[in-house]
């Protein structure tokens, strides 16, 4: 069974500084990552993905994520944060077999940035 | 180049009711799952069409089924609703290759009264 857990329900940060949003799983095999983000009454939007190759990840908005397999993270980080980063964060894994596609998603961590 | 479109956005139904929920996956995408998110927690796995068969279900009861057109959407049907039917119902698609990352509707924010 895959799983994976977001430690933190909620996150504060102050704009302008780094911001990290934490998350771990737990697979059988070798994991493909995901981040996704929530906005207010919206779906949900890719952020950055990791499937294989260099540990450090980059995507949208800025945001990027390092792969740990010793430590079987996946955390999402930001240099600097923005007022508009504001939302629910959502880590995800997939088992990479095919055929088994299902996302499984962490409880979430609701990002706040203090202005 | 549209996303993934749900409809409709907003839904109430009574206890004991049925409702059918509708969803065009982004253009080229050929599979499309669909996902329970109930209010403060993340999104549950429901089931996964590709060629008009499920191929993936998730632990929900038989009262969820759905079905996939020749066309790739798809719809949700939830019978014999529950209070605890209520949540946001979310529709991913995505390519059958596995390292291409699912795209997701708005949603569909149902209401069980």
């Known amino acids: 069974a895959q799983s994976v857990a977001q430690p933190e329900d909620q996150v504060n940060v102050a704009e302008g500084n780094p911001l990290t949003v934490k998350c771990t799983y737990s697979v059988s095999g070798n994991p493909y990552l995901f981040w996704y983000v929530q906005y207010p009454n919206r779906g949900l939007q890719f952020l950055l993905k990791y499937i294989t190759g260099d540990n450090l990840v980059k995507g949208s908005y800025g945001f990027e994520a390092e792969f740990n397999k010793s430590q079987t993270s996946f955390h999402l980080k930001k240099p600097s944060a923005l007022v508009s980063d504001s939302a629910l964060y959502f880590c995800?894994?997939?088992?990479?077999?095919?055929?088994?596609?299902?996302?499984?998603f962490g409880t979430g961590t609701r990002l706040t940035i203090i202005p | 180049d549209a996303g993934v479109t749900q409809s409709p956005t907003h839904l109430i139904k009574t206890r004991g009711q049925q409702v059918t929920l509708r969803c065009s996956p982004k253009s080229g995408h050929d599979t499309v799952s669909w996902y329970q998110q109930a209010l403060g927690q993340g999104p549950q796995f429901i089931f996964q069409y590709y060629e008009e068969e499920e191929r993936q279900r998730g632990n929900f009861p038989d009262r969820f089924s759905g079905h996939q057109f020749p066309n790739y959407s798809s719809e949700l049907n939830v019978n014999a609703l529950l209070l605890g039917d209520s949540a946001l119902y979310l529709c991913a698609s995505s390519l059958r290759e596995m390292n291409t990352e699912a795209f997701f509707g708005q949603g569909t924010r149902l209401t069980v009264v």
């Open positions: 995800a894994v997939i088992l990479s077999n095919f055929g088994n596609e299902k996302l499984t």
